[in-house]
């Protein structure tokens, strides 16, 4: 009894039929594919407030702030 209601089905019944899918124009799609610069990213983690809480490796930016210059090529490596 317990294993039947944590099965998923084996057919799964999706009809997209109707939904109307936005297209992206070329400008927009351009935007989106475009290399993210290491001074936008820096930019964000300036902005970030620092001693927030802890993120999901235990590290706010207050950490990373004060060790950027170690962190910046694996963060912006990360992010690209």
């Known amino acids: ?3 039947k209601r944590f099965v998923a089905p084996k057919k799964l019944n999706l009809n997209l039929q109707g939904v109307d899918f936005p297209i992206l124009s070329e400008d927009e799609n351009r935007i989106l594919i475009k290399e993210i ?3 936008k990213i820096e930019d964000a983690k300036n902005q970030c407030e620092g001693n927030k809480s802890l993120g999901p490796d235990g590290f706010n930016f207050f950490f990373i ?3 950027w210059n ?4 694996d963060v912006c490596q990360a992010v690209k």
Do not use: G, P
């Open 1 to 3: 009894m317990f294993e």
């Open 37 to 39: 610069e290491d001074q």
């Open 65 to 67: 702030k004060q060790n």
């Open 70 to 73: 170690i962190l910046k090529y």
